[in-house]
């Protein structure tokens, strides 16, 4: 799809982010010298700014301006040392020796330098390398100003556990919140959040403060969410009335109704049910349960947006349990007592928790006065992330090309890493390695993988998702239509709802005329393909579009929606902010969690050290979630720092 335009130009491609908007955002915190290079020339600012890249399109305002998701020169770094533009890595001379390299910035690579942080003892050194200009994989956030208002919202990772007062460790899902309760506690982060204040009409919606929840389909209807079919337009609701109200056949109708209040099920008097469920996917157990295709079709967006970056004939069963998706509840199997969580959304995502934990690791990181508001919204000071001599240091935009033993992985005493950064290529010494890394880099850069762990890595398949931010100026034809969240068959993406957020600190009411940020969750599927081929198809399907491109397919699926409300996207939109993770997600298949073919489950196999090399990803507990990075980092960091 090419980039349209038109001469009236309803959709208002050719408006850019106001000059004062930049202004207040870019230059401030980073000089005219930057205005400069990003203004265009007739005094308006450039709408790519500041990357002027087509592809990667407008990054809005703050630290995260450069980093929004896969960026063109992220892509670019990668695939020069694809193409073989860079020297024979044997040939780069050691220009740097430390005691423990970090390979990834994401949660479990953060996890594994707080560790270092906490443990290493005096003496030791640590250098965390970053691909991306900042931390964080995909827990960053983008930040906009729209008529003079700072509007923040997730890159990605989203929604944590919020542990009230009570709760006691590892009494909800056993050890796997177990490294995130010591955090949360360590990081003081509260066991209360605060909502912003609404008025003005909105407070006569449920507005929800966590995107994921109107998309779940046991939950999506304590939102009263409204359905869109082209042709008919809305139905408010429609779980409301058994669906009846929807153009969907009656028997898909009886299907909708009792798989969102998940009323059918086959292994309640099952014995050997988890690994049943391992052996089959989740298309062969909504077979089983009856349902038909229009289940499939509802849920398979949820499922690639929720964890999975596929459709459910590209997951397991077992997989589908762990997201808790209807039909999948096993028999004797208790998560625990859940009266003492909840779930907790920050403005950013999960980029507070992060920024929380950088903060701990290096004192003065973060600008403000220490208290979450500052820590999740304050400027990063740069300079402190890479100080000579420091114990542990953080590297941005370096590009990891080679990892390799310095002799034979049995007896060798050190690891050579090998990165690029600013054109170049620069070698370290490290006593060990944690490669907090995907397996889909892992198994290209470390050099001497062993054939165990290059099988191991074979079972590992991604989905990637698009997280597209919309800053508006208003969301009036919401309140007019009746409801805040939506969600659609037809066009780019498919669910969005408004949010309200978590108040960090003093805060006005939120309004239907205030400005907000819609955040639209967008999978790329083809339920026809082989699961094998989902993920490669719809990383095509990503990458190939230019920004202009899912632009004008934003703008023009809400003009179709909304337009009729009073939606005027020349109007109403302020700016548009694209993330696109090419592998987002790993989509266990069969076999992934209990292994297949007498063959060990490949988590496992991954989880032994590798000589002095060790890999911690969350994608080996099968969910890339922020409690799964916490907890594979942690063990990773253990077993890197043993070998100290």
């Not at 590209?314 to 199997?333: E, Q």
């Not at 903060?359 to 600008?367: D, E, K, S």
């Not at 004008?552 to 902010?577: H, K, P, S, V």
Request: aromatic share 10%.
């Amino acid at each position: 799809m090419s980039h349209r335009k038109i001469a009236s130009d309803p959709l208002g491609m050719t408006s850019a982010i106001t000059r004062r908007d930049f202004i207040n955002g870019v230059a401030a915190g980073s000089g005219a010298a930057l205005l400069g290079a990003c203004s265009g020339g007739d005094g308006a600012s450039d709408p790519l700014s500041p990357s002027g890249s087509p592809w990667t399109g407008f990054g809005g305002v703050g630290d995260y301006r450069w980093s929004n998701g896969n960026t063109q020169a992220v892509m670019e770094a990668a695939h020069r040392f694809r193409d073989g533009a860079y020297p024979d890595a044997s040939t780069v001379p050691v220009d740097e020796t430390v005691d423990l390299v970090i390979v990834g910035g994401g949660f479990s690579g953060m996890t594994a330098a707080y560790e270092f942080s906490r443990r290493a003892g005096p003496g030791r050194t640590c250098l965390l390398l970053e691909n991306h200009p900042i931390v964080g994989g995909e827990a960053k956030q983008n930040e906009f100003l729209v008529d003079g208002r700072r509007l923040t919202a997730p890159q990605g990772s989203n929604g944590a556990l919020l542990l009230k007062d009570g709760y006691v460790k590892g009494s909800y899902g056993g050890e796997l919140y177990d490294v995130y309760t010591d955090y949360y506690r360590e990081l003081g982060i509260p066991a209360h959040a605060e909502l912003e204040p609404v008025a003005g009409g909105a407070e006569r919606y449920n507005l929800t403060d966590y995107h994921f929840s109107p998309m779940a389909p046991a939950s999506e209807a304590g939102y009263g969410t409204a359905y869109h079919f082209p042709g008919r337009g809305w139905v408010r609701d429609p779980s409301k009335n058994g669906f009846a109200d929807t153009p969907w056949p009656p028997a898909a109708q009886r299907d909708m109704d009792d798989f969102v209040h998940n009323r059918r099920d086959v292994l309640g008097k099952m014995r050997g049910a988890e690994a049943w469920l391992d052996s089959i996917t989740y298309y062969d157990l909504l077979d089983r349960l009856g349902y038909g295709a229009e289940v499939r079709r509802y849920i398979d967006p949820y499922i690639a947006v929720a964890n999975f970056g596929v459709c459910g004939n590209a997951i397991s069963g077992l997989a589908a349990h762990r997201l808790g998706l209807p039909g999948t509840a096993l028999p004797g199997v208790d998560h625990g007592d859940a009266s003492h969580i909840g779930v907790v959304s920050f403005p950013g995502g999960n980029a507070a928790i992060l920024r929380m934990m950088l903060a701990r690791m290096i004192p003065g990181a973060i600008a403000g006065d220490g208290r979450l508001a500052a820590l999740a919204s304050g400027p990063i000071d740069f300079a402190k992330l890479d100080r000579a001599g420091a114990p542990l240091r953080i590297r941005g935009g370096a590009t990891v090309t080679q990892v390799v033993h310095e002799g034979g992985p049995a007896d060798a005493e050190h690891v050579l890493v090998t990165y690029a950064r600013d054109g170049k290529l620069r070698k370290i010494r490290a006593r060990s390695v944690v490669m907090a890394s995907g397996g889909w880099v892992n198994r290209t850069i470390v050099g001497d993988l062993p054939d165990s762990h290059r099988q191991a890595y074979r079972a590992f398949h991604y989905g990637p998702v698009m997280i597209a931010n919309v800053a508006l100026r208003n969301w009036r034809f919401f309140d007019r239509l009746g409801f805040t969240a939506a969600r659609w068959f037809e066009g780019l993406g498919w669910q969005v709802s408004v949010r309200r957020n978590v108040a960090l600190g003093p805060t006005r009411a939120l309004t239907p005329d205030d400005p907000t940020v819609l955040t639209f969750y967008i999978p790329f599927l083809d339920a026809s393909l082989p699961a094998s081929a989902q993920g490669p198809a719809a990383r095509t399907r990503l990458l190939a579009a230019s920004y202009g491109d899912f632009e004008w397919q934003l703008r023009e699926q809400m003009t179709e929606m909304f337009g009729a409300a009073g939606f005027d996207a020349r109007r109403d939109i302020a700016g548009i902010i694209l993330n696109r993770w090419g592998h987002a997600f790993v989509a266990p298949q069969p076999g992934f969690f209990l292994g297949r073919d007498g063959l060990p489950p490949p988590a496992e196999v991954l989880r032994r050290p590798h000589g002095r090399i060790v890999f911690a990803h969350s994608e080996l507990q099968g969910l890339m979630s922020m409690a799964c990075a916490m907890m594979e980092g942690h063990r990773g960091a253990r077993q890197a720092m043993a070998m100290l």
